[in-house]
């Protein structure tokens, strides 16, 4: 903490004109929500080493948070309970000692949003989805909520670092392609036997390897590596990674690798992943059973 000290009338006045400066912020979704507000999220890392950034979000997301001071589940901390049981004791105080908590979590609850208010907790709530309609990448509709609150230099892009030893411990022997047939939605789903037909062309050059994530169904011969983190560096090794408007999707467009991003009901233009190898293929329910566009 610097001080100021003022001589005045003989008496010594002490003025705070520096503080360190706690921020959090409380991302909650599913994984390819969070990805794509990984930039906005970076956008908030203090550019002060005495500030710090500590940032709350599904335990599953941990693991690829790799540029805040401090990173927590939310479920470990209580802040569901907040408003609906007796939280954890320490809840309050931790929240009180944050000097800004940018939040994406309980923005559409009224009576979450009143409690908070009533505790005097420094709260600046963001809408955690871009609107029915929007015409804005979704990265860029997080970015905006940011740049509200601070300046930011950011392309909109995320991007998951591998450290090159971790990427080594998961290397494969022989090049590869990735196909990840899931998504949180059947619904965004190109049919199964599309992507067998692909995976066969793909076969003449490359081995195909299918990948399943986290909550994703059983599928034999799969390779399931439930940290995210892992699972990224994994991907990151391949020539080429395919699948559908999914979470694994954007992780996988995250590290950089090529990527073909498979649209079905979704609008690519607001929640198609981003980077410079990623491309975009379109596909309608109805004619499901033909090669998709793009």
Same mark, same amino acid.
């Given at each position: 903490m610097d001080s100021l000290w003022i001589k005045r009338d003989r008496a010594l006045l002490f003025l705070r004109y520096w503080a360190h400066v706690r921020r959090?912020?409380?991302?909650? *979704?599913?994984?390819?929500?969070?990805?794509?507000?990984?930039?906005?999220?970076?956008?908030?890392?203090?550019?002060?080493?005495?500030?710090?950034?500590?940032? $709350?979000?599904?335990?599953?997301?941990?693991p690829l948070v790799r540029f805040a001071d401090r990173v927590r589940g939310i479920a470990s901390t209580g802040l569901d309970l907040l408003g609906v049981a007796d939280p954890p004791a320490r809840l309050l105080e931790d929240l009180a000692g944050f000097d800004s908590i940018v939040s994406w979590y309980g923005t559409n609850r009224g009576e979450f949003r009143a409690l908070i208010a009533s505790l005097g907790l420094p709260f600046t709530f963001f809408p955690a989805l871009p609107a029915a309609g929007a015409d804005v990448s979704a990265a860029d509709f997080y970015l905006r909520q940011v740049r509200s609150l601070t300046d930011c230099a950011s392309d909109g892009i995320p991007r998951i670092a591998c450290r090159p030893e971790d990427a080594a411990e998961l290397s494969e022997s022989a090049d590869f392609a990735v196909i990840h047939p899931f998504s949180g939605s059947p619904a965004k789903n190109w049919p199964l036997d599309r992507f067998r037909a692909l995976a066969r062309g793909l076969e003449r050059r490359?081995?195909?390897? $299918?990948?399943? *994530?986290? #909550? /994703?169904?059983?599928?034999?011969?799969?390779?399931?590596? /439930?940290?995210?983190?892992?699972?990224?560096?994994?991907?990151?090794?391949?020539?080429?990674?395919? *699948?559908?408007?999914s979470g694994i999707t954007h992780l996988a467009a995250a590290t950089g690798v090529?990527?073909?991003?498979?649209? *079905?009901?979704? /609008?690519?233009?607001?929640?198609?992943?981003?980077?410079? #190898?990623?491309?975009?293929?379109?596909?309608?329910?109805?004619?499901?059973?033909?090669?998709?566009?793009?």
């Open positions: 959090l912020a409380i991302r909650p *979704g599913a994984i390819g929500d969070f990805i794509v507000s990984l930039p906005a999220l970076e956008c908030l890392v203090p550019r002060s080493a005495q500030d710090t950034l500590e940032i $709350w979000t599904a335990t599953a997301h941990v490359l081995t195909v390897r $299918w990948c399943a *994530g986290p #909550n /994703d169904p059983s599928f034999a011969g799969a390779v399931r590596i /439930d940290d995210l983190y892992r699972l990224a560096c994994w991907i990151s090794q391949a020539r080429l990674y395919v *699948g559908n408007d090529p990527v073909l991003a498979l649209f *079905g009901p979704s /609008d690519p233009a607001v929640w198609a992943p981003r980077g410079a #190898n990623v491309r975009v293929a379109t596909w309608k329910a109805a004619t499901a059973d033909r090669e998709p566009r793009g």
